[in-house]
């Protein structure tokens, strides 16, 4: 069992910045961050590999967000610069045993979120 859990969220201007994290407990290999907005679904913004050596964006976040990870402290983080508010989102972080990839399907370990940029 992985448990999953994000901080980092709150207020954050039009295009400023924030920085999201994640920690896992356990073994933990490919991990992933996710958005959703009020009323749309899930979207795929970012994962990276189990070493840290492969990753993956989101064609509206690549060159904004930068995903990375700490091995050692079981950690990875989302950097979002140049943020673009559009509604009140949540973003959780997510494991997969076999992705880094958007198919949020075989993410198995899922944080409860938090809070991210300003909706106003």
């Known amino acids: 069992q992985v448990h999953v859990r994000e901080s980092g969220g709150g207020l954050v201007q039009a295009g400023g910045s924030l920085r999201l994290s994640c920690v896992a407990s356990g073994r933990t290999y490919h991990m992933g961050w996710f958005r959703q907005a009020s009323g749309k679904e899930r979207e795929f913004l970012a994962g990276?590999?189990?070493?840290?050596?492969?990753?993956s964006y989101a064609d509206s976040v690549k060159g904004r967000f930068t995903i990375s990870r700490d091995n050692a402290k079981n950690s990875v983080s989302l950097q979002m610069d140049s943020a673009q508010p559009d509604a009140a989102e949540v973003y959780s972080c997510?494991?997969?045993?076999?992705?880094?990839?958007?198919?949020?399907?075989?993410?198995?370990?899922w944080g409860q979120g938090v809070q991210g940029t300003d909706p106003s």
């Open positions: 997510a494991d997969s045993q076999v992705t880094w990839k958007r198919y949020q399907q075989l993410y198995a370990y």
């Open positions: 990276i590999s189990a070493s840290g050596g492969q990753t």
